[in-house]
């Protein structure tokens, strides 16, 4: 019975190894969704990126990412779920090197090369972080690959990339790289929150909690309080759905002293406003008076500006204050 029990052990463990496959899909097929830990005061939150669609954005062919926060708010389970617009960023990959674009400069920055071997620098930044409480904190930073190994997950087996940027407290992170998916900590470039006490961007907990792809199918990352089921948002506003449901235009952006609202229709009318960091801390608030928003003692940077209805109904949009 004993050689019994180890033969049909042994065909179990040959079977899960047979079924193990290196992942040799591309990077952001169609559908491909990332979703983030995202650390804020009373809820369970994440930021999502959905790739939405190939679009020519700044001469480039580059894939569209609609951001998204998802929100779950209550004493206890099941929770109340809310989802935000946050904005879209634009990727582009070229000889497996990932591009992401740079909205204060116009330009596209390159991020991380899919083809990198140990020892490997990086250089890295984004000049959408910000270290509030120096201004003098370096711009940028060179980053290492201290080695490559495999992790797997679904019975796929993926290359990993393992950075030097929290063990060596570099001034900026972008924590382990998955070939062709992306990095495990955030989806751009973060200021290191150890090196700075009040960084505009924060590093997100638990990183990567889960990502999918119509390729590999669900991947999920360590243990949630959420199943990942439950946060996927099958959100997908396009630019004619945002311009039909909150019918208003924001102007000028980027902005100095006042952020305006001006309205297309009578349908739309907020009432109180929130002004966010992109670390989540919040800046300002208040009532909407005269459609106009003072933002002078703002610092200078990309922010999030988040507007009320009377049914309390949120849309989020970013600006830059100059």
Known sequence: MRYIIMLLLCIYISNQIKAQTLDTAPWCPPGATWVYAYGTWGSISFNEYKYLKDTIYEGINAKKIQNNRISF????????????????????????????????????????????NQSTIIPVKNPRELCLSDSLYPDSDTLQVLSTDNDTMSNIIFNVFKMNDIINNKNYIIGDIYKNIGSSYCFLPRINSSNCILPSSSNNGEGIVCYFDSLRGNLFYGSLLLDCSEIWSGYSLLENEIGSKYSFNLYPNPAQNNLYIEYTNHFTTFTSYQIFNIAGQLLKQGNLENNSIPIQEIPEGVHVLTLFDESFFTFNVKFLKK
């Open 73 to 116: 708010f209550g004493p206890t389970y099941p929770y109340n779920k809310i989802i935000s617009y946050i904005g879209d960023e634009y990727l582009y990959l070229s000889n497996d090197s990932l591009f992401y674009f740079d909205p204060i400069n116009g330009e596209y920055i390159f991020y991380f090369n899919f083809n990198a």
